[in-house]
Structures are given as C-alpha cells and as structure tokens.
C-alpha cells in the first residue's frame, strides 16, 4: 500500500507522509519512503508552503541559499528572516524533518511561484493538479537509494526532479507544463 499525506508522526520519530508499506498477516512494514527534508517552523509549513520549499532546497543546496536566491519561496523573506530560517534547519530547532508527500507537492508549488502561503490545507496541491489539467510532457526523473542496511526501506529521492523542476523554472516553463511533469512523477 502506498499512503501519501500532509503529516502524520512516523515510529521513526520523523514526519511522515510519503510511504510505501507491504502488509500481510503479522502486520505491516515500511519498504520505501520518499527522501526526508526539514520542515522549518513544523506545522507552519502546512500554512506556507515557502517554508516547505526552503527545507527542500536547503536539503539539495547543502545550507547555501545564494544559488536558489532568484526562487520565490527564498527571495519572498528578508535577509533576516532567511538566515532565521536557515539556523533554525541547520540547528534542526522547529524544523522537523518529513517524508511528507503533501510538504513535496508544496514545495513544488512554491519553487514554480504558484502559490507561497494557503488559506486551508490540500491548497497548493489542488492548484497544482488543476494547473496540468490537459497538459501532456514527460515526467521529471526520480532515483531510487537501495536500503542502506537489510531492513531498511528503500529511499525515493525527489532531488533529480526538484533540480529538473528549478532548471524549467528559471527558463521561464509555463507553470502548467511544470505541474503536468510534476504529477507525471508522483
């Protein structure tokens, strides 16, 4: 079964929403997740999905805002509120870190400017999927991590479509084509 959501607590202790479980008699097993990233300011990131795409693109940029400074999810803070921001990732203070598939979809949103702060939660995602409606392109590429140790889940790495997703971005792809590849990922 696969159960993708907004955020629920994961018995990792981490937030989770973007699972992949194999069930049978005795129960049921986590085999696959998608990449975690920080969330920073917790559950505000449910309300700003700016702040969804912060944690992910400190998560790929290794901490440095400068290189994804043109985005709007990290140009929309002040200087000061994006090095608060970025302490409180890199200290991991208030900036859990989440599976979530629902953050992802989010993030997305934000990255493509569509939509940085929501008025009720599922917002950006419903946008997102009414943006592609009627838009065809190939899906943006993904990597699957084998488990690092036997037992462990298998790791989905949203990075090689975030990077695919920011080079369409900065060449001025319409947000429906992105929207459209971002869905034909998922």
């Known amino acids: 079964g696969v159960a993708w959501d907004g955020t629920g607590l994961g018995t990792d202790r981490t937030i989770w929403g973007g699972e992949w479980f194999a069930t049978g008699p005795d129960g049921s ?18 309300r700003e999905p700016r702040r969804s795409a912060l944690g992910v693109l400190h998560e790929i940029s290794g901490g440095a805002m400068d290189p994804v400074i043109d985005l709007p999810p990290v140009r929309c ?30 993030a997305v949103s934000a990255i493509i400017g569509l939509r940085l702060i ?18 065809a392109g190939p899906p943006y590429p993904f990597l699957c991590h084998p488990p690092a140790a036997d037992g462990q889940p298998i790791v989905v790495d949203w990075e090689p479509m975030i990077m695919a997703i920011i080079a369409d971005t900065r060449r001025g792809a ?9 869905h034909g990922t998922f």
């Not at 950006?124 to 838009?135: K, N």
């Not at 319409?174 to 971002?182: D, I, K, L, W």
């Open 77 to 106: 803070w002040t200087p000061v509120e994006r090095a608060a921001l970025t302490q409180m990732i890199a200290r991991s203070v208030n900036a859990p870190r989440t599976s979530s598939a629902g953050r992802l979809f989010d």
């Open 118 to 135: 929501t008025t009720f939660e599922g917002q950006t995602a419903m946008e997102l999927e009414w943006r592609a409606d009627g838009i």
């Open 29 to 46: 097993r986590r085999v696959a997740h998608l990449r975690t990233f920080p969330l920073p300011g917790g559950d505000q990131a449910a």
């Open 174 to 182: 319409p947000a429906a084509e992105v929207a459209q590849r971002a």
